[in-house]
T-cell receptor
Framework: DTEVTQTPKHLVMGMTNKKSLKCEQHMGHRAMYWYKQKAKKPPELMFVYSYEKLSINESVPSRFSPECPNSSLLNLHLHALQPEDSALYLC?????????????FGPGTRLTVL | GQQLNQSPQSMFIQEGEDVSMNCTSSSIFNTWLWYKQDPGEGPVLLIALYKAGELTSNGRLTAQFGITRKDSFLNISASIPSDVGIYFCAGRTSGTYKYIFGTGTRLKVLA
């Protein structure tokens, strides 16, 4: 099973709202990732967690706050977003973070900020 | 952020035709991945390559890890309508966290 699940599928929020995106994998992977993807563009890396510790923050604004409660779960907390933050948010996981192993993506959350 | 050069950018083909696309990089990679993405969905892994010169197939898809380790190729044989989508390559160097993604090839099949 190479499944990564994400909820919700769609999210509409105002600029003053607080919301969270959730990601889950049960493949025993120890690395998890958040990506942002704008239309017709490749995914852009936001955060990398390795063994539940934040390993990379690609200079993401603080209105995005990641959290890794355990090895299977990854959250992305959203607060005071801007309309330009509207995008497809993708979660991914891999066995490890620094080895050349394969990365599997979830179906994504389509976020619209009004 | 850093991106790989992927070509062609888009292509129309007739059903049944073979398709070729490639990615080139100025950096040497230890892993190449090929993904297909449908609109509004996450990328689905098609093929993973781990060694220079490696040739791997997955049904009608065949991908190769270039000998120079700076390029990779994906071929689709006998295309069908469900091959429509965007194909991304992604490469990574061992010891780094980050996969670098290609700019994507948008495939459109004419029935």
């Amino acid at each position: 099973d190479t499944e990564v699940t994400q909820t919700p599928k769609h999210l509409v929020m105002g600029m003053t709202n607080k919301k969270s995106l959730k990601c889950e994998q049960h493949m025993g992977h120890r690395a998890m990732y958040w990506y942002k993807q704008k239309a017709k563009k490749p995914p852009e890396l936001m955060f990398v967690y390795s063994y539940e510790k934040l390993s990379i923050n690609e200079s993401v604004p603080s209105r995005f706050s990641p959290e890794c409660p355990n090895s299977s779960l990854l959250n992305l907390h959203l607060h005071a977003l801007q309309p330009e933050d509207s995008a497809l948010y993708l979660c991914a996981s891999s066995q490890q973070a620094l080895t050349t192993d394969t990365q599997y993506f979830g179906p994504g959350t389509r976020l619209t900020v009004l | 952020g850093q991106q790989l050069n992927q070509s062609p950018q888009s292509m129309f083909i007739q059903e049944g035709e073979d398709v070729s696309m490639n990615c080139t990089s100025s950096s040497i990679f230890n892993t190449w991945l090929w993904y297909k993405q449908d609109p509004g969905e996450g990328p689905v892994l098609l093929i993973a390559l781990y060694k220079a010169g490696e040739l791997t197939s997955n049904g009608r898809l065949t991908a190769q890890f270039g000998i120079t380790r700076k390029d990779s190729f994906l071929n689709i044989s006998a295309s069908i309508p469900s091959d429509v989508g965007i194909y991304f390559c992604a490469g990574r160097t061992s010891g780094t966290y980050k996969y670098i993604f290609g700019t994507g090839t948008r495939l459109k099949v004419l029935a």
